[in-house]
């Protein structure tokens, strides 16, 4: 167990319309400005969906490129670019967003139905994604919507080896429709499965945000929140932005003790070294 809370924003997401929830940052802009806000009340990572001029999701790598170097520039958190897309993006455009050269990017464990749709991540895929990391120094985040998607994660350090920096820290992705059930007792049958050594965070989809986070504070994890996962902030209550919702965490961090991470302590635990030393 760690002894502060690291604590990621997920601003953006791929799965709302800008339309129906204006409060979403789309832009370069909103997402940079949502960035700094978030560090301010106690974000060390954001993990990234980008928008194109029409603010549908895209990997289109220019859009990609602007907004990491955005984000760089008004804030100091860890960029974790998201490999996962939208559900009908193809396998090359999600791999090749490794080419803006992210401090992370988030990695799925398998398959999973996302509703009425398939979020389609087969091991080759696991694999290109987990190799290409090691090789260009970016530190993956494990997504696990489900319990077997842990077993996939053994087996790819066995064969493949650690990831860059050596850390193997986890995101359990919980209530998605087609995923496991964002419980207490869904997160804590994931517990024993995790690789030795390996920190976890726990998101909670929708309603479940909040006991999921109770959940892995109480279990010594870590938290991820934002607008891609919760619109609701209170029953009936729409997200105001991203920062309340981040503030909750860390107010909840510090009433379990364990208060949020500087970005700094971040990097140093998440084992991502400075671009200027990755070969
Ligand atoms: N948008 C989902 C289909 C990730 O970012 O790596 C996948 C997702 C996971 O959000
Ligand atoms: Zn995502």
């Known amino acids: 167990m760690s002894s502060g809370t690291l604590i990621t924003v997920a601003p953006t997401g ?10 979403l940052p789309v832009t370069v802009a909103e997402i940079a400005a949502a960035a700094r806000d978030c560090q301010a009340v106690g974000a060390s990572v ?9 603010t ?17 520039e008004s804030s100091d958190l ?20 490794l080419d803006a050269q992210p401090d992370a990017a988030s990695l799925t464990l398998g398959t999973v139905n996302f509703g009425r749709d398939v979020f389609a991540n087969p091991w080759d895929l696991i694999v290109e994604l987990h190799t290409q990391m090691q090789q260009r120094g970016i530190v993956p985040e494990y997504e696990v919507f489900d319990l077997g998607q842990l077993a996939t994660l053994q087996r790819l350090l066995d064969r493949h080896g650690p990831p860059h ?37 726990a998101t909670g989809i929708g309603r479940t945000s909040l006991p999921v986070m109770l959940a892995a504070l109480s279990a010594g994890g870590h938290l991820r929140v934002g607008m891609e996962d919760t619109l609701t902030y209170a029953p009936g209550e729409p997200v105001r932005d991203n920062s309340q919702l981040v503030a909750r965490a860390a107010g909840l961090a510090r009433i379990a003790q364990r208060p949020p991470m500087s970005t700094a302590d971040a990097r140093g635990f998440l084992g991502i070294t400075p671009m200027e030393t990755v070969q």
């Open 14 to 23: 791929a799965e709302t319309a800008k339309a129906d929830v204006p409060a």
């Open 46 to 54: 954001v993990h990234l969906h980008i928008r194109d001029a029409e």
């Open 56 to 72: 549908r999701p895209t990997l289109d790598l220019g859009y990609v490129r602007e907004v990491v170097a955005a984000v760089r």
């Open 78 to 97: 860890v960029v974790q670019l998201s490999s996962g897309g939208a559900v009908t993006d193809p396998f090359d455009a999600r791999l090749a967003v």
């Open 165 to 201: 920096g050596g850390h193997v820290h986890v995101d359990l992705v919980m209530g998605v429709p087609g995923g496991m059930p964002g419980t207490t007792q869904a997160l804590t049958a994931c517990l024993p499965f995790l690789p030795p050594g390996a920190s976890f965070a």
